[in-house]
């Protein structure tokens, strides 16, 4: 598993737990240190943990407004805890990580959803996390990066580099 890849995964767990407490206030950063300790213990790449974790938090009430206006059918709070925050991650990294390529991050989510969700998680994230990226590409929000830029970027997060 890629640190990066390692990372998504604790920040979804942390902001699950986070979300399924009911947004305790001040509570985070212990539930964040809890879960690397217990998933990553010898983990040193924690910086985008941190950056994953309080990007959502600070741009939640943005993020969910996205995911309702590209998930119409499933209002917020009827999504499981999983699959509302691995789309809040997955739009996070599209709307504010220029410097990770729209593919990856929607790939990324996408695995999370295998791997955490139900049965469709994964079909449902890609959907909703297609459309918004459709949307910012066509608003002119986030480029297009070709293939080549996609695949350079998806060995460097295997290597762990940032």
Not at 81 to 107: C, F, M, Q, S, T
Not at 113 to 135: Q, T
Not at 136 to 157: C, H, N, P, S, T
């Amino acid at each position: 598993m890629s640190n990066r890849h390692l990372s998504r995964t604790i920040a979804m767990q942390s902001l699950y737990q986070w979300d399924f407490l009911g947004f305790p206030e001040g509570k985070l950063p212990e539930i964040v240190a809890f879960n690397k300790g217990e998933f990553a213990p010898k983990f040193e790449d924690e910086g985008f943990i941190e950056e994953l974790v309080n990007g959502v938090v600070q741009h939640r009430s943005e993020i969910d407004e996205t995911i309702t206006h590209f998930a119409p059918d499933w209002p917020l709070e009827t999504l499981s805890v999983v699959d509302r925050n691995i789309l809040r991650i997955g739009v996070y990294e599209l709307k504010h990580h220029e410097h990770i390529p729209a593919k990856v991050a929607i790939n990324e989510a996408i695995e999370l959803a295998k791997g955490f969700g139900g049965p469709s998680s994964g079909k449902f994230v890609n959907g909703v996390l297609g459309a918004v990226y459709k949307d910012a590409l066509a608003k002119g929000e986030i480029k297009e990066i070709d293939k080549q830029e996609a695949q350079e970027v998806a060995k460097g997060e295997d290597a762990g580099e940032k």
